[in-house]
């Protein structure tokens, strides 16, 4: 094992494998580890070590106003790092493992770069398999961010990850593409409501029969949920979202590329087209939004036109990322 090790980190590159036994004793050497989820890939170092966590942030550079999601290999486990309320257990009986992480109270054990200083930390239960048993392998929990550079287009395949932060890090755990390919919902409890700080994939409606929910819409300076910045998600190719026959025409003498979910419009300036779900299916569309995000920005147009989802299910997040793709 020490041999591979040292083999894998005289490599500029990172490795990309399937060995979780390799993934955990890197991980415990303290090194970065991108690993699959269900939503998009992570960046993982142990959440309980300050010097591993700041790799995190230097990889991606990540601003350290922005605090890490903490992946917990059980909704039981989530006790040792922090004050869960009757609420989130009954949520997290429901939804977790799955795409939902809940801001709570931290404990004394979760260092304060993981929260960039703040006394509430962000805990999931992944639901990918991989994941699963790679906590298992551990004695730690995995402080994990989305694994791009900071503001880029989030990763749902191994290769994306290499993509962007090949150099940064020694090895990406393999597991296939994100099978939701959406972020995870992230929500605090505030009185018994549940306040949605980002939107991702367990939708509001998932959550209502549970609480009141609330979504907190952000501000220009993305203050709340520090993640909720406004330029987020970005393609580096212009992008704008709205009714896509009104953009058409607004942007007629460009040369654009267009999103949309499944009617797809005809137009000669057009000079690439995804198509996010031909059966209309928001699921389906979140599952593909950010690769076809990925194949638009590459190639060479003047604007990508993205269409605005219907107000349901995921399109609410769906939305969000288009949103915060088009900021600037
Ligand atoms: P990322 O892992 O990069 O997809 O983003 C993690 C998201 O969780 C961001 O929106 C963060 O702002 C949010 N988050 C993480 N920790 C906290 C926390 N302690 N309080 C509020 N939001 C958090
Ligand atoms: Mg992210």
């Not at 090949?166 to 755990?173: F, M, Q, R, S, V």
């Not at 040369?255 to 009617?263: F, G, M, S």
């Not at 299916?281 to 219907?310: C, K, Q, W, Y």
């Amino acid at each position: 094992m020490t041999r591979r090790l040292e083999c894998t980190l005289s490599t500029p590159m990172a490795v990309i494998g399937k060995d979780i036994l390799h993934a955990a004793e890197l991980l415990r050497a303290n090194h970065l580890v991108a690993i699959p989820t269900e939503t998009v890939y992570g960046l993982a170092a142990n959440a309980l070590d300050s010097k591993a966590v700041l790799k995190i942030y230097e990889a991606k550079g990540r601003p350290q106003f922005n605090p890490l999601i903490v992946h917990v290999k059980s909704a039981h486990e989530m006790k040792k790092y922090a004050d869960v309320p009757p609420l989130v257990e009954r949520l997290a009986a429901k939804f977790s493992p799955g795409p939902l992480t809940y801001v709570v109270r931290k404990k004394k054990i979760i260092p304060d770069i993981v929260t960039a200083g703040g006394e509430s930390v962000a805990l999931r239960v992944p639901a990918h398999p991989m994941a699963r048993q790679l906590l298992e392998e551990l004695d730690f929990p995995l402080a994990a961010p989305s694994a791009n550079p900071s503001g880029t287009i989030s990763p749902v395949s191994a290769a994306h990850v290499a993509d962007g932060l090949g150099d940064k890090l020694e090895y990406i755990l393999d597991g296939g593409v994100s099978t939701l390919g959406l972020e995870s919902t992230v929500v605090a409890i505030e009185d018994d409501t549940i306040l949605i700080l980002r939107l991702g994939a367990t939708t509001p409606e998932m959550l209502a029969p549970f609480a009141g929910v609330k979504i907190q819409t952000h501000t220009a300076t993305g203050t709340g949920s520090p993640g909720r910045l406004k330029s987020h998600y970005a393609p580096k190719t212009r992008l704008v979202a709205g009714d896509i026959r009104t953009l058409l025409e607004v942007h007629r003498a460009e040369r654009v590329a267009v999103l949309i979910l499944w009617d797809l419009p005809r137009a000669p300036n057009i000079v690439a087209a995804e198509v996010l779900s031909a059966k209309r299916d928001l699921t389906e569309a979140a599952h593909n939004l950010f690769s076809a995000m990925r194949r638009l920005d590459s190639v060479g147009a003047d604007i990508i036109l993205a269409e605005r989802m219907p107000e349901e299910g995921f399109g609410f997040a769906i939305n969000d990322r288009l949103e915060r793709a088009s900021a600037t």
